[in-house]
């Protein structure tokens, strides 16, 4: 099993960035970044091929986030442009050791996830 802890999350304005982290504590084949806002469905948002910058991101984020790795493979980021209200939620790293289908994330896809960052977007 791999441990991952986030960082990264605050309070800005809509418009404003924040960018995530992720580390993990060995490699993986897929990572991801999914999120939960208060009465609603974890949501995938991004992901990414290990080793590969084959990326998956959700309709409502595509054009404002980017998901990136670092070189050591087992490090994940999330850069957060223009930042809406409705993009406030509890975000989620996550991660599988196998490489699954980018086409449309499923939490049951992932084996690891880590605690949770609160990112709030006030208007």
């Known amino acids: 099993q791999v441990l991952l802890v986030e960082s990264g999350g605050g309070s800005v304005q809509a418009g404003g960035s924040l960018r995530l982290a992720c580390a993990a504590s060995?490699?993986?084949?897929?990572m991801a970044w999914f999120r939960q806002a208060p009465g609603k469905e974890r949501e995938g948002v991004a992901a990414?091929?290990?080793?590969?910058?084959?990326?998956y991101y959700a309709d409502s984020v595509k054009e404002r986030f980017t998901i990136s790795q670092g070189v050591d493979k087992k490090s994940m980021y999330l850069q957060m442009n223009n930042l809406k209200p409705e993009d406030t939620a509890m975000y989620y790293c996550?991660?599988?050791?196998?490489?699954?289908?980018?086409?449309?994330?499923?939490?049951?896809?992932?084996?690891?996830w880590g605690q949770g960052t609160q990112v709030t977007v006030s208007s």
């Open positions: 060995g490699y993986t084949g897929t």
């Open positions: 996550a991660a599988t050791p196998l490489f699954i289908w980018l086409g449309n994330l499923n939490a049951l896809d992932f084996r690891d």
């Open positions: 990414i091929y290990s080793g590969s910058s084959d990326t």
